[in-house]
Protein backbone atom coordinates (compact mmCIF):
# COMPACT_ATOMS: atom_id res chain seq x y z
CA UNK A 1 0.00 0.00 0.00
CA UNK A 2 0.61 3.27 -0.12
CA UNK A 3 1.45 5.77 2.65
CA UNK A 4 2.90 9.07 3.57
CA UNK A 5 6.10 8.78 5.84
CA UNK A 6 7.32 11.37 8.39
CA UNK A 7 11.24 10.76 8.13
CA UNK A 8 12.67 14.56 10.03
CA UNK A 9 11.82 16.95 10.53
CA UNK A 10 10.60 19.25 7.42
CA UNK A 11 11.29 15.46 5.57
CA UNK A 12 8.75 13.18 4.02
CA UNK A 13 8.52 10.48 2.17
CA UNK A 14 5.32 8.67 0.07
CA UNK A 15 6.15 4.88 0.38
CA UNK A 16 4.77 1.29 -0.88
CA UNK A 17 4.69 -0.60 2.50
CA UNK A 18 3.64 -3.85 3.60
CA UNK A 19 -0.66 -3.63 3.49
CA UNK A 20 -1.42 -4.28 7.35
CA UNK A 21 -2.97 -7.53 8.71
CA UNK A 22 -5.47 -7.39 11.30
CA UNK A 23 -4.12 -9.19 14.62
CA UNK A 24 -6.05 -10.22 17.17
CA UNK A 25 -8.75 -7.75 18.41
CA UNK A 26 -8.01 -5.77 15.40
CA UNK A 27 -9.14 -4.47 12.08
CA UNK A 28 -7.94 -3.35 8.73
CA UNK A 29 -9.88 -0.47 7.27
CA UNK A 30 -9.61 0.78 3.46
CA UNK A 31 -9.24 4.77 4.73
CA UNK A 32 -11.48 7.42 2.83
CA UNK A 33 -10.74 10.66 4.21
CA UNK A 34 -8.06 11.81 6.60
CA UNK A 35 -7.98 15.34 8.25
CA UNK A 36 -4.99 17.36 8.55
CA UNK A 37 -4.44 18.43 12.12
CA UNK A 38 -2.56 21.10 13.99
CA UNK A 39 -0.36 18.25 15.83
CA UNK A 40 0.55 16.75 12.04
CA UNK A 41 1.90 19.96 11.62
CA UNK A 42 3.79 20.15 14.75
CA UNK A 43 5.40 16.61 14.06
CA UNK A 44 6.05 18.06 10.20
CA UNK A 45 7.99 20.79 11.83
CA UNK A 46 9.64 18.62 14.75
CA UNK A 47 8.20 21.03 17.52
CA UNK A 48 5.44 18.55 19.05
CA UNK A 49 6.02 17.83 22.23
CA UNK A 50 6.21 14.12 22.34
CA UNK A 51 9.16 13.87 19.83
CA UNK A 52 11.03 15.78 22.45
CA UNK A 53 9.81 13.35 25.74
CA UNK A 54 10.13 10.00 24.18
CA UNK A 55 6.50 9.53 23.11
CA UNK A 56 7.12 10.15 19.39
CA UNK A 57 9.87 9.41 16.98
CA UNK A 58 10.43 9.67 13.64
CA UNK A 59 10.07 7.76 10.86
CA UNK A 60 6.17 8.18 11.64
CA UNK A 61 3.17 7.87 9.91
CA UNK A 62 0.53 10.80 11.15
CA UNK A 63 -3.43 10.64 10.94
CA UNK A 64 -5.60 10.70 13.62
CA UNK A 65 -8.85 12.39 12.01
CA UNK A 66 -10.45 9.79 9.56
CA UNK A 67 -13.14 7.86 7.72
CA UNK A 68 -13.18 4.38 6.25
CA UNK A 69 -14.61 0.56 5.15
CA UNK A 70 -13.49 -2.10 7.11
CA UNK A 71 -12.02 -4.59 5.04
CA UNK A 72 -10.93 -7.15 7.00
CA UNK A 73 -10.80 -8.11 11.02
CA UNK A 74 -8.43 -10.52 13.61
CA UNK A 75 -9.01 -13.08 15.81
CA UNK A 76 -11.77 -12.66 17.84
CA UNK A 77 -13.59 -9.60 16.45
CA UNK A 78 -16.82 -9.41 15.48
CA UNK A 79 -17.23 -10.64 11.59
CA UNK A 80 -20.08 -8.70 11.43
CA UNK A 81 -17.51 -5.55 11.38
CA UNK A 82 -16.49 -6.90 8.01
CA UNK A 83 -17.71 -3.88 5.75
CA UNK A 84 -19.04 -1.57 7.84
CA UNK A 85 -18.06 2.53 7.32
CA UNK A 86 -16.60 3.55 10.55
CA UNK A 87 -14.13 5.85 12.26
CA UNK A 88 -11.78 5.53 15.38
CA UNK A 89 -11.13 6.59 18.65
CA UNK A 90 -7.21 8.34 18.23
CA UNK A 91 -6.82 7.46 22.16
CA UNK A 92 -5.77 3.18 23.23
CA UNK A 93 -5.47 3.16 26.37
CA UNK A 94 -3.77 0.08 28.24
CA UNK A 95 -7.19 -1.44 29.30
CA UNK A 96 -5.98 -2.20 32.68
CA UNK A 97 -4.69 0.64 34.55
CA UNK A 98 -7.22 2.57 36.96
CA UNK A 99 -7.93 5.02 34.58
CA UNK A 100 -8.99 3.02 31.72
CA UNK A 101 -11.00 0.70 34.49
CA UNK A 102 -12.86 3.72 35.27
CA UNK A 103 -13.49 4.70 31.54
CA UNK A 104 -10.80 7.37 31.43
CA UNK A 105 -8.66 5.74 28.96
CA UNK A 106 -8.19 9.12 26.80
CA UNK A 107 -6.01 9.85 29.76
CA UNK A 108 -3.76 6.49 30.53
CA UNK A 109 -0.42 7.01 31.63
CA UNK A 110 0.42 3.97 28.90
CA UNK A 111 -1.83 5.36 26.33
CA UNK A 112 -1.36 4.63 22.21
CA UNK A 113 -2.49 7.41 20.61
CA UNK A 114 -3.01 6.62 16.59
CA UNK A 115 -0.68 8.64 14.20
CA UNK A 116 0.78 10.44 17.28
CA UNK A 117 2.21 8.67 19.93
CA UNK A 118 3.58 4.96 21.12
CA UNK A 119 4.61 4.20 17.62
CA UNK A 120 1.08 3.70 16.54
CA UNK A 121 0.67 3.86 12.47
CA UNK A 122 -1.68 6.95 12.11
CA UNK A 123 -4.14 6.54 8.52
CA UNK A 124 -2.17 8.43 6.06
CA UNK A 125 -2.06 5.30 4.25
CA UNK A 126 -4.33 3.58 2.06
CA UNK A 127 -5.19 1.09 4.69
CA UNK A 128 -4.80 1.56 8.32
CA UNK A 129 -5.12 -1.40 11.48
CA UNK A 130 -6.70 -0.42 14.79
CA UNK A 131 -7.99 -1.65 17.48
CA UNK A 132 -11.47 -3.24 17.11
CA UNK A 133 -12.27 -1.57 20.00
CA UNK A 134 -11.58 1.77 19.14
CA UNK A 135 -14.21 1.40 16.10
CA UNK A 136 -17.21 3.33 15.90
CA UNK A 137 -19.91 2.76 13.45
CA UNK A 138 -20.52 5.75 11.04
CA UNK A 139 -24.41 5.87 9.67
CA UNK A 140 -25.11 6.38 5.85
CA UNK A 141 -26.07 9.88 6.71
CA UNK A 142 -22.76 10.42 8.21
CA UNK A 143 -20.61 10.27 4.83
CA UNK A 144 -16.68 10.61 5.08
CA UNK A 145 -16.46 13.91 4.85
CA UNK A 146 -18.20 13.82 7.82
CA UNK A 147 -16.84 11.04 9.49
CA UNK A 148 -13.19 12.51 9.23
CA UNK A 149 -14.32 15.55 11.35
CA UNK A 150 -16.00 13.31 14.10
CA UNK A 151 -12.70 13.09 15.81
CA UNK A 152 -11.96 17.41 16.12
CA UNK A 153 -16.42 17.36 16.55
CA UNK A 154 -15.60 15.42 19.66
CA UNK A 155 -13.09 17.80 20.92
CA UNK A 156 -15.56 20.50 20.41
CA UNK A 157 -18.75 18.92 21.74
CA UNK A 158 -16.78 18.19 24.70
CA UNK A 159 -15.60 21.61 24.78
CA UNK A 160 -19.26 22.99 24.81
CA UNK A 161 -20.58 21.03 27.05
CA UNK A 162 -18.25 22.08 29.48
CA UNK A 163 -19.12 25.96 29.05
CA UNK A 164 -23.06 24.83 30.12
CA UNK A 165 -24.17 27.61 27.75
CA UNK A 166 -27.56 27.22 26.56
CA UNK A 167 -30.51 29.70 25.69
CA UNK A 168 -30.39 32.91 27.87
CA UNK A 169 -26.35 32.77 27.81
CA UNK A 170 -23.61 34.51 26.21
CA UNK A 171 -20.77 32.32 25.31
CA UNK A 172 -17.43 33.86 24.16
CA UNK A 173 -14.76 31.63 22.03
CA UNK A 174 -11.57 32.31 21.53
CA UNK A 175 -9.92 31.40 18.31
CA UNK A 176 -11.82 30.61 15.46
CA UNK A 177 -9.90 27.60 14.07
CA UNK A 178 -11.16 24.51 13.09
CA UNK A 179 -11.90 23.66 16.83
CA UNK A 180 -12.92 26.95 17.88
CA UNK A 181 -15.60 27.26 14.70
CA UNK A 182 -16.95 23.69 15.41
CA UNK A 183 -17.19 24.52 19.20
CA UNK A 184 -19.35 27.89 17.99
CA UNK A 185 -21.31 25.44 15.83
CA UNK A 186 -22.13 23.01 19.15
CA UNK A 187 -22.70 26.70 21.62
CA UNK A 188 -24.93 27.80 18.64
CA UNK A 189 -27.31 24.46 18.71
CA UNK A 190 -27.78 24.32 22.46
CA UNK A 191 -29.24 28.40 21.92
CA UNK A 192 -26.65 30.57 23.18
CA UNK A 193 -25.81 33.64 22.31
CA UNK A 194 -22.11 32.87 20.70
CA UNK A 195 -19.11 35.39 20.02
CA UNK A 196 -15.59 35.26 18.17
CA UNK A 197 -12.83 36.29 18.83
CA UNK A 198 -10.09 36.15 16.27
CA UNK A 199 -6.72 37.95 15.36
CA UNK A 200 -6.84 41.44 13.72
CA UNK A 201 -5.32 40.68 10.74
CA UNK A 202 -7.88 37.78 10.48
CA UNK A 203 -10.89 38.01 7.98
CA UNK A 204 -14.23 38.05 9.97
CA UNK A 205 -15.95 37.02 6.25
CA UNK A 206 -16.26 33.16 6.38
CA UNK A 207 -17.53 32.71 10.41
CA UNK A 208 -20.28 35.41 9.25
CA UNK A 209 -20.28 33.23 5.87
CA UNK A 210 -21.07 30.47 8.86
CA UNK A 211 -24.15 32.58 10.24
CA UNK A 212 -22.01 34.26 13.46
CA UNK A 213 -22.40 37.51 13.24
CA UNK A 214 -20.64 38.59 16.53
CA UNK A 215 -16.96 38.29 15.28
CA UNK A 216 -14.27 40.35 17.31
CA UNK A 217 -10.98 41.10 17.58
CA UNK A 218 -9.20 42.45 20.77
CA UNK A 219 -9.69 46.06 20.40
CA UNK A 220 -13.43 45.53 18.70
CA UNK A 221 -14.49 43.25 21.39
CA UNK A 222 -18.04 44.82 23.16
CA UNK A 223 -17.78 45.76 26.67
CA UNK A 224 -20.54 42.70 27.57
CA UNK A 225 -21.00 40.05 30.18
CA UNK A 226 -20.02 36.78 28.56
CA UNK A 227 -21.29 33.84 30.99
CA UNK A 228 -18.93 31.22 29.51
CA UNK A 229 -15.47 31.70 27.91
CA UNK A 230 -13.93 28.61 25.61
CA UNK A 231 -10.10 29.12 25.22
CA UNK A 232 -9.90 27.12 21.75
CA UNK A 233 -6.13 29.40 20.52
CA UNK A 234 -2.77 28.67 20.60
CA UNK A 235 -2.06 32.75 22.48
CA UNK A 236 -0.08 32.16 25.48
CA UNK A 237 -1.61 35.51 26.75
CA UNK A 238 -5.33 34.29 26.06
CA UNK A 239 -6.01 32.02 29.28
CA UNK A 240 -5.16 35.38 31.39
CA UNK A 241 -7.85 36.99 28.72
CA UNK A 242 -10.24 34.43 29.01
CA UNK A 243 -10.64 34.74 32.96
CA UNK A 244 -10.66 38.37 32.87
CA UNK A 245 -13.52 38.25 30.03
CA UNK A 246 -15.47 35.56 31.93
CA UNK A 247 -18.59 37.07 34.32
CA UNK A 248 -18.44 36.14 37.88
CA UNK A 249 -19.62 32.19 38.63
CA UNK A 250 -19.15 31.54 34.91
CA UNK A 251 -17.51 28.94 33.40
CA UNK A 252 -13.77 28.92 31.61
CA UNK A 253 -13.07 25.93 28.88
CA UNK A 254 -9.48 25.61 28.20
CA UNK A 255 -8.74 23.36 25.06
CA UNK A 256 -6.13 25.34 22.88
CA UNK A 257 -2.38 25.08 23.74
CA UNK A 258 0.06 27.57 23.45
CA UNK A 259 3.90 27.10 22.45
CA UNK A 260 4.61 28.46 25.82
CA UNK A 261 3.46 28.75 29.47
CA UNK A 262 0.18 30.12 29.79
CA UNK A 263 0.02 31.80 33.07
CA UNK A 264 -3.70 32.87 34.94
CA UNK A 265 -4.06 34.61 38.51
CA UNK A 266 -5.78 32.09 40.73
CA UNK A 267 -6.85 34.26 43.21
CA UNK A 268 -9.15 36.15 40.42
CA UNK A 269 -10.12 32.45 39.67
CA UNK A 270 -11.31 31.77 42.99
CA UNK A 271 -12.52 35.47 43.73
CA UNK A 272 -14.84 35.40 40.62
CA UNK A 273 -16.34 31.85 41.69
CA UNK A 274 -14.85 30.71 38.57
CA UNK A 275 -15.29 26.72 37.09
CA UNK A 276 -12.48 26.34 34.85
CA UNK A 277 -12.31 23.21 32.68
CA UNK A 278 -9.46 21.71 30.51
CA UNK A 279 -10.47 19.45 27.63
CA UNK A 280 -8.02 16.47 26.23
CA UNK A 281 -8.96 13.98 23.96
CA UNK A 282 -12.85 13.53 21.92
CA UNK A 283 -13.21 10.04 23.31
CA UNK A 284 -16.03 10.62 25.78
CA UNK A 285 -17.90 12.78 22.82
CA UNK A 286 -17.28 10.94 19.48
CA UNK A 287 -20.72 8.81 19.76
CA UNK A 288 -22.43 12.28 20.33
CA UNK A 289 -20.78 13.53 17.87
CA UNK A 290 -21.78 11.43 14.99
CA UNK A 291 -25.26 12.09 16.59
CA UNK A 292 -25.46 15.25 16.05
CA UNK A 293 -23.81 14.92 12.59
CA UNK A 294 -26.22 12.88 11.49
CA UNK A 295 -29.42 14.54 13.03
CA UNK A 296 -28.12 17.44 11.30
CA UNK A 297 -27.90 19.54 14.39
CA UNK A 298 -24.25 20.77 13.57
CA UNK A 299 -22.82 20.36 9.76
CA UNK A 300 -19.23 21.41 10.10
CA UNK A 301 -18.59 20.02 5.78
CA UNK A 302 -18.01 24.08 5.13
CA UNK A 303 -15.00 23.80 7.13
CA UNK A 304 -13.07 21.95 4.53
CA UNK A 305 -11.62 23.11 2.02
CA UNK A 306 -10.01 20.97 -0.37
CA UNK A 307 -9.04 17.63 -0.63
CA UNK A 308 -5.65 16.47 -1.75
CA UNK A 309 -4.08 13.07 -2.15
CA UNK A 310 -1.34 11.63 -0.44
CA UNK A 311 1.26 13.08 -2.94
CA UNK A 312 0.12 16.69 -2.14
CA UNK A 313 -0.37 15.82 1.50
CA UNK A 314 3.72 17.10 2.13
CA UNK A 315 2.93 21.18 1.58
CA UNK A 316 -0.28 20.72 3.28
CA UNK A 317 1.90 19.40 6.12
CA UNK A 318 4.19 22.58 5.54
CA UNK A 319 1.38 25.33 6.01
CA UNK A 320 0.67 25.67 2.23
CA UNK A 321 -3.03 26.06 1.04
CA UNK A 322 -4.17 23.98 -1.82
CA UNK A 323 -4.40 25.82 -5.03
CA UNK A 324 -8.13 26.42 -5.45
CA UNK A 325 -8.95 25.93 -1.82
CA UNK A 326 -12.12 26.87 -0.40
CA UNK A 327 -12.03 29.67 3.21
CA UNK A 328 -12.69 26.55 5.16
CA UNK A 329 -9.52 25.68 7.80
CA UNK A 330 -9.67 22.43 7.22
CA UNK A 331 -8.14 20.16 5.03
CA UNK A 332 -8.39 16.54 4.07
CA UNK A 333 -6.34 13.42 2.31
CA UNK A 334 -8.03 10.88 0.54
CA UNK A 335 -5.18 8.34 0.18
CA UNK A 336 -7.34 7.11 -2.79
CA UNK A 337 -6.27 9.72 -5.39
Not at 34 to 54: I, K, N, P, R, S
Not at 238 to 262: D, F, H, M, Q, T
Request: charged share 20%; with cysteine; hydrophobic share 45%.
Amino acid sequence: MRAFVLTAPGAYEVQELPAPVAGPGEVVVDVERVGVCGTDMEFFTGAMAYLHQGHSRYPMRPGHEWAGRVAAVGAGVDAGWTGRRVMGDTMLGCGSCRRCVRGRQHVCEQRQEVGIRGARAGALAEQLAVPARSLHALPDSVDAVLGALVEPGGNALRAARAAAAGAGDRALVLGPGTIGLLVAMFLRATGAEVHLLDRADASPMFARELGFEHVWDEHSLPDLPFDAVVDASNAAHLPRKALELVEPSGRLVYIGLAGEPSRIDTRTLALKDVTAVGILSASPGLDATIQAYACGTVDPRPLVAATVGLDEAGPVLAGARPEGAGPGPKVHVDPRL
